[in-house]
Every structure is written in C-alpha cells, then in structure tokens.
C-alpha cells in the first residue's frame, strides 16, 4: 500500500557529503510533515530532521544544524536530505517518515545506510 523508500546512502569519507532522498507512493504526502531520522549502532531511532507541508517551517537536531538540509519536492513526492561535513558520529541507517491524517509519524521508510570513515 503506502512504501517510503530511501535511497543514497553509502560510504563517505569525514568531511564530504550525501544526498539521501525519500520516495513515496500508495499516497500523496503534499500535506504531510515530513521528517528524517537515524539510528546509529548500538543507539536509539533519533530525530534528524523536518519540514512541514507549506515547506515554511523546518527543525533539525542540534548535532546536525548547519550541515543537513532537508527539502521536498512535492510533485515528485519526494523528501531529500542533503548532508554535508559528513563526521563519523553520522554513521547511521537513515529512515524517511510521513505524518498521517492526526499528525504522528504514521508512514515510515525501510533505512538506507549512511557510513562515515575517519
């Protein structure tokens, strides 16, 4: 029925950039809040990033601020994560998430794994 699947992910040194991206089907998300987190090794599922349906308000975790950048691309149903200055404390699978119609994160992708080296 409804899938998120991410793609984009792979290995990077510290210091260079990913571009992960989310692509989902089964439903339209244009009014949906769309977010992005990650689970490391040995960690807990943690909240990475958002941005709302009008694409007016984003959030991001303090550890990543002024290196991730989400965006969407509604017509495509899409939702991207552009990551830059890549440290190895990124090293996570990264999973795409969808609100539902009363507002929690109801749709979830299958992770990509994103591995920085030192």
């Known amino acids: 029925q409804v899938q998120l699947v991410e793609s984009g992910g792979g290995l990077v040194q510290a210091g260079g950039s990913l571009r992960l991206s989310c692509a989902a089907s089964?439903?339209?998300?244009?009014?949906?809040?769309m977010g992005w987190f990650r689970q490391g090794p040995g960690k807990e599922r943690e909240f990475v990033a958002a941005e709302d349906w009008s694409s007016s308000n984003t959030f991001y975790a303090d550890s990543v601020k002024g290196r991730f950048t989400i965006s969407r691309e509604n017509a495509k149903n899409t939702v991207y994560l552009q990551m830059n200055s890549l440290i190895p404390e990124d090293t996570a699978v990264y999973y795409c998430a969808a609100t539902g119609n009363r507002g929690g994160y109801d749709y979830w992708g299958q992770g990509t794994q994103v591995t920085v080296s030192s």
């Open positions: 089964g439903r339209t998300f244009s009014r949906s809040t």
